[in-house]
Structures are given as structure tokens and as C-alpha cells.
């Protein structure tokens, strides 16, 4: 059994020391552990350092393409390195590397194929309480979507099978977090959550920038799921409502015509038709949408096989 400790990378050559060194090179239930750095083109010496305090592979990308291209880059190198787990963690040592035993332990036991480490994030003195209300939104979303128990679903450390990994696949450019907990969950893939610890706060999230830079991507990112994983349910809601306020409108404008009230009130007549209008078209655009959704399942399914044939 081969573990893989794979850490996206962009400039990190003052941090990447610590995590480094945190890092174990023995693990209960396998035989080898190795270290993998992806260099999402850091303009440091991100590559050297990595090289120096001993990374058995990096991987470096020629330009910065954000973190979930770099997290399924690390994902696809590990694969092609023979790992039956993949263990994910950040450069900037947030997460404490002494869990990564129990973080793995559900997949060595086969109780699971995806393992994401709980972080304590009321107890977390460095997360604002705007930043923290986020997350538990964030997780909740999450849950609703997937169909999953999982109480802290933006932490990037989580532990992932070899037959997880090739399952994968990424939409989002901003995170891989939120998506992959989906994708899992919608495709039946065994996923559970155990209790982790956080180390201090060796520098800023570089993917909170500002705090209303944050809010935006992560509202844009919680769209984006519903509009990807569960379309018939988000275009289906908003068609529905459309529809149910126009026809409430329209039924209300010919009770009144039928009373002989119905002068002075065509602007309701106007509003309901424009409303079951755009309601119905909306509600097409919700079975389309369904119809592109299992399109896209048959092709993962031909991506997986593929992957399988080519890694063994």
C-alpha cells in the first residue's frame, strides 16, 4: 500500500519548511509514504525548497491556474505514481500533519473512499465570525446538495482512495472543495468526516483576499453547484414560483372580469402573463438542463473507465 501526501503550491517557499517537516514518513496500514508538491508556477524558489527538505516529486505548472486545477493536477500525478491513498493538505500548515493516522484510518478499515478532516471552526481565533458564518453555510449547502454528513466541507484536508481519485472531475476554478464532497455524494462514493486540529496562523488565506471578494466567490460558487448538480431543482424552483405567483395573478384578474371589477386592473392581466411566460420557459430550460446533467454522467462514466484502463 502506497500513501501520497500531495500539497498544492503557489509561493510558498517561506511556509513549505514547516508543513514539510510535519509531514510523517511512516503511517499505519501502508508500506510506502511519499511527498508530492504541485508548483502552480510560483514566481519564489516554491520548487527548490521543495526539493531541499525532501519532497519525493513536484509537479510544476508553468503558470498559475488556480487552486482546484492544481488539486486535480497533484490528484492525476499520484495516480500515475501508483497510490492507493491520497492524502491533501496546505502548504501553509493550517492543518496538523500528527492527524493524517486517523484521517486515513476509515478508508485502511474500508468503512470509506473519501475522509475530510472537521476542523474546530468556532474554537478557530483567526476566522472572523463573518468568515465563520460562511463556512457553516457553505457546509450546509453542501449537505443539502450531496446528500452527505459533512460538517466542514471547505477543508482541504482530506484523505481520498485510489478508486475516489479517479472518480473526480472539477468544474469550479476557485476551489475543489465544496464540488468534489458533491460529486461524491451524488455518485454514491462512501464519504465520512472525522475531528482534526488546526495549527496557528502561519499567514493570510490566500484565498480570502478581502472579505466581500470572499462572500461574492463563495455565493458564485454555491450558485454554480446548484446550477451544475442539481439543475431540475434550481431552474425547477425558480420556474415554479414564477409560474404559481402569474397564475395566482391571472386567476385573481378573472374573478374580478367576472364580477365586472376588472377595469383598472390590466397591469395584473400584463404582469401574469409575462410571469407564466418566462415561468414556463424556465421550467423547459429545468428538463434541458436535467437531460445535460445525465449526459454529463454518461461521459464521467466514460472518463472513469478510460482512466482505469490507461492507470491499471
Known sequence: MKLIIQIPCLNEAATLPDTLAALPRVVPGFDCVEWLIVDDGSIDNTSVVARAHGA???????????????????????????ADVVVNTDADNQYNAADIPELVRPIIDGRAEIVVGARPIDAIQYFSPLKKLLQHLG?????????????????????????????????NEYTHTLETIIHAGLNNIPIVSVPIRVNRDLRPSRLVKSMPSYVRLSIGTILRIFVIYRPMLFFGTIGSLLFGVGFVLGLRFVILFLAGRGTGHVQSLILASVLLGIGFQTLLVA????????NRKLLEEIRLATLRHSHG
Not at 151 to 157: L, M, Q, R, V
Request: hydrophobic share 50%.
Open 287 to 294: 428538463f434541458v438542463s436535467d437531460l445535460l446533467a445525465a
Open 139 to 171: 457546509s450546509w449547502v453542501v449537505q443539502i446538495v450531496s446528500r452527505t454528513k459533512v460538517p466542514d466541507a471547505t477543508s482541504g484536508f482530506r484523505a481520498i482512495s485510489r478508486n475516489a481519485a479517479q472518480q473526480l472531475v472539477l468544474f
Open 56 to 82: 519525493d516529486h513536484v509537479v510544476r505548472l508553468n503558470r498559475s491556474q488556480g487552486l482546484a486545477r492544481a488539486f486535480m493536477t497533484g490528484i492525476h500525478a499520484c495516480l500515475e505514481r501508483e
